[in-house]
């Protein structure tokens, strides 16, 4: 029968409370020597682990340790015996019936406070904590799985009906059928955001969203984008303009992507409510620092305005200013919760000012590093007009892996219209048995596919196929555009990804950059057989011969450098590359002849490690691109 007490003070003088909190409390009270050695341990063992009251001491905690972590739990011990305290220790202990349970402990080292060696450990159970971050894990992953078969499933469909629309227009229709058409595309243009939407919330609410900082000019951003919009302000008859207040400071480093991506759904926000007048768009840059500028923008319109009680809440998820809007208008509501949190992660401010039937104006500055002229990316040239339009890709031989009829249709016309010689497959097992067989210059390569997807495929080309096939440019197409997509295609080894849909003008320069324009006549190009031809009196079958040596040879001497490279063997490479001398000079590749005499007077100290790197990359190219030429013009296998 336990004690009765008179009063706090006697409970307090007699230790009652040591009975209620360590003798009878929920936690595991244990006290060790500084050795591991169970020196007390009070009877709660025994509800939480099975263990009867004191059968524990006398052993070594160190024992009752799951063996995976006990190294590891070995070196939080002696932290504790090197502190007063510490909280927080995970680890996980033996049950009785040999079964291991997640606990968690505070120490007290009786060292600091008595001068004795020992510590005080007050475990908790952690089992149900474990289990709801399990949980909360596996709902997360089972989330973001989600979001990228929803990115692949509605984007490929939608992929599907804006290419047809592309091609439609290039066709000739009636003024009453290009009516429609517009208002068919219109539909798919608006799908389009609402999907880019509802992914880009769920990226950024992951916390998974990075930012690049590369230099950009922000005038020029905004009069692209600016001039993206205009056909749709003309169509409603209201004015779009813009003003740069300061020319000062439009050089930064940021992400130009996302800057664009908050004027976008701002300017078309205003867009969307505004029937009358116009928007305007201005842009200030302040120095903040030697080192920073703050760049502010403020879209203004006059626009059907948000009233008073609205405007505390349009920044919220799913948030517009009535249901009555939505139906009206249409949209998800998230366009202002989207441009807020990419103001706010790049520590910026974002505001809005409101009057109903008066207008709107959001205002909202970012910091960024102060840029130079030479830290401008360049950017291709924008390819204007049609599918067509001159462009030509005719000695170039791509093959199209797609799963999709219709996204496999739109891609073989646009492949069509410039001549370009071409296969298909529709998955990637049909893709590999073809590169077995053709010679490719670059390979356009859906993702998520049936039989083999296109990660799986661009791993066996990497891995299994021998040189230069395995260097083939291998492009991604695909309708997964979540954070960490990119990265995914970069370790299978894919060189580059266009996100579906695309225009026709993104594919083209996307092939352009990996394979460059070819030249189409023998005067101007790579390889000129005409030394050759002179020397052995015009023998097709010797040219053969020597060209078929060429392309089984030349490409592991290159391999051979760049490994040498490597190894800074500067003599090896010189010597390597003394070696293919010879049967480059013969078949008549001058651009590589070039590069391969630089090679073999390599001096370290008349040429940087990296001008070494450029040369050999250079030189890898250009050998690939001599071999997909020999073996058009001389049909070899």
Known sequence: MKKKYKSINEYVDQRGFYEAVVEDGADIIFVVDFEGQILYHNPSVQDTLGHAPASLIGTNFFTHILPEIEAEFKKQFKSCIAKPYMENIEFRFQKADQSYSYLEFNSVNLHFKEGITGLILDCRDINQRKKDAAELLRAQKAKEQFMANMSHEIRTPVNGIAGMINLLMETGLTPEQKKY???????????????????????????????????????????????????????????????????????????????????????????????????????????????EVLITFKVRDTGIGISGNKLKTIFESFSQADESVTRKYGGTGLGLAISRQLVELQDGVISVSSEENEGTTFTFSIPYARGESSDLVMENDNINGGIGDGKTLSSHNILLVEDNDINRMYAANILKKWNC???????????????????????????????????EATKVIRNNFPYPINKVPIIALTANVLQGDPKKYKEAGMDDYLSKPFLPEALYNMIIQYVGERAESSSEALVNLDYLKKMCGGNVDFIKELAESFISSTPEVIEEIKLRFESKDWAEISKNAHKIKPSVKLIGIEKMHEIIVKLELINEDEISKEEIKDHIESLDKLCQQSIVQLKQDLSIN
């Open 181 to 291: 058409i517009n208002a068919i595309k219109t539909s798919s243009d608006n799908l389009k955001v609402i999907i880019n939407d509802i992914l880009d919330i769920s990226v950024i609410e992951s916390g998974k969203l990075k930012f690049e900082k590369i230099g950009f000019n922000i005038k020029h951003q905004l009069v692209s984008i600016i001039e993206t919009f205009l056909h749709q302000a003309k169509e409603k008859n209201i004015t779009l303009d813009y003003e740069v207040e300061s020319s000062k400071g439009m050089i930064v480093l940021g992400d130009p992507v996302r800057l664009n991506q908050i004027l976008m759904n701002l300017i078309s926000n205003s867009l969307k409510f505004t029937d009358n007048g116009g928007i305007k768009v201005t842009v200030l840059s302040e120095d903040r620092n030697d080192n």
């Open 421 to 455: 010689k071409f296969d298909t497959a529709e998955n990637g097992y049909i893709a590999t048995e073809k590169i077995k067989k053709g010679n490719y210059d670059l390979i356009l390569m859906d993702v998520q596919m049936p039989v083999m997807d296109g990660i």
